[in-house]
């Protein structure tokens, strides 16, 4: 049996053809941060893939990166070699403590939440789950900020495997003086059920004045065919 085609309506096809042909990670940036030099915090630096990044996006920013397990902060360090690339191995939540961490055999899956062993979204990896809990030291970025005089943020990246809420609890003061902020979101069951995450996350960013601009991202499950994560952009009103 053939089906149908998929129904088209109105001229969003040429539209994304149009947007394709138009579109640079230069371009896209250069209208959500209109500053040549703009302080950039790098929330999840892991092994300084971000840090490269924005660097070839804006020479003269000023980056501050945060990666909070040991061996990957190892890496980092070696990418945040010239003066304006400062990198901390702290995690970034709603406390200043030692909290647990779980390392993953695949580096960028750790962080502050166990990877849930009953996922179904896992695609099998959460049965080998290494959930191997160290200690880390933890902060905010309110208390960060404050501790060293740093008055605002341009883009504000937080990649933090199921930990975005927390983090910008710990951003009150501070997202009040943010321009931009790019937060992956999770809806996959990889870290535990939290239905309302991208709720929490929208309503305390509209408190704060931005708008969600784009969702810049979007991470399909092969299996389910559900959404398992997205990137989401927000800029201040």
């Not at 790098?42 to 040991?70: C, M, N, W």
């Not at 959930?131 to 341009?154: H, K, M, P, W």
């Not at 951003?171 to 991208?198: H, I, N, Q, W």
Request: proline fraction near 4%; charged fraction near 25%.
């Amino acid at each position: 049996m053939t089906l149908p085609p998929v129904p088209k309506c109105g001229s969003s096809d040429v539209r994304n053809e149009e947007y394709e042909k138009n579109f640079s990670y230069q371009k896209y940036y250069q209208l959500l941060v209109e500053k040549n030099n703009p302080v950039v915090f790098d929330v999840g630096g892991h092994q300084g893939e971000s840090v490269k990044f924005f660097r070839s996006l804006f020479e003269s920013a000023e980056i501050y990166t945060f990666e909070p397990e040991p061996g990957n902060y190892e890496i980092l360090k070696k990418v945040a070699t010239d003066s304006k690339v400062h990198a901390f191995n702290l995690a970034m939540s709603n406390v200043a403590a030692t909290v647990p961490f779980y390392k993953q055999d695949i580096s960028h899956l750790g962080g502050l939440r166990p990877i849930n062993e009953d996922s179904s979204d896992s695609l099998g990896y959460a049965e080998r789950a290494k959930n191997e809990e160290i200690e880390v030291q933890s902060t905010t970025i309110d208390l960060f900020c404050a501790q060293r005089g740093i008055e605002y943020i341009d883009l504000l990246k937080i990649d933090v495997q199921g930990h975005e809420v927390e983090v910008l609890e710990g951003a009150d003061r501070m997202l009040s003086k943010t321009t931009c902020v790019t937060v992956e979101v999770s809806l996959y069951d990889f870290y535990g059920v939290r239905p309302m995450a991208f709720l929490n996350i929208e309503t305390r960013m509209v408190e704060q004045g931005f708008s969600l601009w784009d969702l810049a991202k979007i991470s399909k499950n092969p299996r389910s065919f559900r959404t398992d994560w997205f990137e989401v952009v927000y800029k201040k009103s």
